[in-house]
């Protein structure tokens, strides 16, 4: 069965420090990557998502995620965080039909102005 | 804007009852999705539904059933509540990527219930 590792449950950073989120998957096969962004009290949306092509993928918010095959790795960056970006981070992966998404246990973000 | 719109969102059941949730979405999406949210577990799929009245099993079906009946409106049944199913449960949906292609396949979530059972 596919499975999601996020390895870091807990991150808190200063304002304009850079962030580095790890996610790794299992399945050896085609993949879809997603990473998506619950704020506190919002529903679960979308941040960047990768299908085929250009590795490197660029999201809403300054985020960017680098799909690195070799590594089953999929890790999300930002150069400099900001205050608005508290959140609970969701890396996900989905593979077949349907759009089944599995997700990681997620990472809370805290960032201290 | 797509919009996934969840009934409640709180709900205190009592252990042994019967419970409804409901999910509708309004972008005409082929798949519509239900999941519980744990702390330190992340989301995981409980079932999903691919057309009216079709269902699979996720990961952790048991206790649970749901109804599609009309191809916007996706229930999830709590047949007889418990106590370890005190959660948040969420609803996506998205197009079908075998008919809309890999980068349509975008989930969309609902706001989220609630659940305490007590």
């Known amino acids: 069965a596919q499975s999601v590792s996020q390895h870091n449950h807990h991150v808190i950073l200063s304002e304009a420090a850079s962030l580095e989120l790890g996610c790794n998957y299992s399945?050896?096969?085609?993949?879809?990557l997603f990473w998506y962004v619950q704020y506190p009290g919002q529903h679960l949306q979308l941040l960047l998502k990768?299908?085929?092509?250009?590795?490197l993928v660029k999201g809403i918010k300054g985020f960017e995620a680098e799909f690195i095959k070799s590594k089953f790795s999929f890790n999300l960056r930002k150069p400099s965080v900001q205050w608005s970006d508290t959140a609970e981070y969701f890396c996900?992966?989905?593979?077949?039909?349907?759009?089944?998404?599995?997700f990681g246990a997620g990472t809370r973000l805290a960032v201290h102005p | 804007d797509v919009k996934v719109t969840q009934s409640s969102r709180y709900l205190v059941k009592r252990t042994g009852e019967k419970v409804f949730l409901e999910c509708v979405q309004d972008?005409?999406?082929?798949?519509m999705f239900w999941y519980r949210q744990d702390p330190g577990l992340g989301l995981r799929l409980i079932y999903f539904?691919?057309?009216?009245?079709?269902?699979e099993k996720g990961d952790i079906p048991e206790g649970y059933s749901v109804s599609r009946e009309k191809k916007e409106r996706f229930s999830l049944i709590l047949e007889s509540a418990s106590t370890n199913q005190t959660s948040m449960y969420l609803c996506?949906?998205?197009?079908?990527?075998?008919?809309?292609?890999?980068?349509?396949?975008?989930?969309?979530f609902g706001q989220g219930t609630r659940l305490t059972v007590v």
């Open positions: 996506a949906s998205s197009f079908d990527p075998l008919e809309w292609g890999q980068m349509n396949t975008e989930a969309f």
């Open positions: 990768y299908f085929s092509g250009d590795p």
């Open positions: 996900a992966v989905s593979s077949g039909g349907y759009n089944k998404l599995i």
């Open positions: 972008m005409d999406h082929e798949n």
């Open positions: 399945y050896g096969g085609t993949v879809n």
């Open positions: 539904s691919y057309d009216v009245k079709m269902k």
